[in-house]
C-alpha cells in the first residue's frame, strides 16, 4: 500500500493505492477518511496517470476517468459503487433512482449509506447523487465541495 497527495481545487486530495489500483481519494476532513497510518508509505510514482487525469478533469479537459480501481467494501457497495461511474457527467441522479437502476427500488437508504462510504470520491462521482427533490444531501467531503463539483461540471458541460 502507498500513497500520495495532490492539490485540487478542493484542496490536498491522498491518493491511496494497493499495487497499481487505486483503493482510496479522499479529501481533508472527510467523513469516513481512514487514519493516515494506514495509507501506507508515501511514494508519488505509481499515482502518476491518476494525477494526470485529475489535473484534466479539474481543467475541464476529462469527464470520465480511466485507472485501475480496487474499492474495497461489501458486494452491495461496491454494486452501488459501480452504478456510480454509469451517471453521466454534469448529470445528477436521486438515490432512489440509483436504487431503481440496480433494480432494489425499496434500498435508496441502503444506497445513500453505500454512497457515503464511497472511499474513491470524484472519480467514482457520488457526488452525483441528489436527494428526491433535487436538493444536496449530505456528502462526505461536505456540502461546499459537492456544490463545487456539481456547478463545475455543469458549467464544462454548458461549454460543449
Given amino acids: 500500500m502507498s500513497h500520495t497527495v495532490v492539490d485540487s481545487p478542493l484542496g490536498p ?3 491511496v493505492a494497493t499495487g497499481d489500483a487505486l483503493t482510496g481519494l479522499y479529501m481533508e476532513r472527510q467523513r469516513y477518511r481512514p487514519e493516515p497510518e494506514t495509507f501506507g508509505d508515501r511514494d508519488d510514482a505509481p499515482f502518476a496517470e491518476a494525477a494526470r487525469q485529475l489535473e484534466e478533469y479539474f481543467a475541464g479537459r476529462r469527464t470520465r476517468f480511466d485507472l485501475p480501481l480496487a474499492p474495497v467494501g461489501t458486494p452491495f457497495q461496491r454494486q452501488v459503487w459501480e452504478a456510480l461511474r454509469a451517471i453521466p457527467y454534469g448529470r445528477t441522479v436521486s438515490y ?14 441502503a444506497v ?3 454512497n457515503g462510504h464511497n472511499p474513491i470520491g470524484i472519480i467514482v462521482p457520488c457526488h452525483r ?3 428526491a427533490n433535487g436538493d444536496l444531501t449530505g456528502y462526505g467531503g461536505g456540502l461546499d465541495r459537492k456544490r463545487h463539483l456539481l456547478d463545475f461540471e455543469r458549467s464544462v458541460s454548458e461549454r460543449s
Fill in 13 to 15: 486530495l491522498t491518493l
Fill in 96 to 109: 432512489g433512482q440509483l436504487a431503481d437502476r440496480l433494480g432494489r427500488p425499496a434500498a435508496a437508504r
Fill in 112 to 114: 445513500g449509506l453505500a
Fill in 129 to 131: 447523487v441528489v436527494g
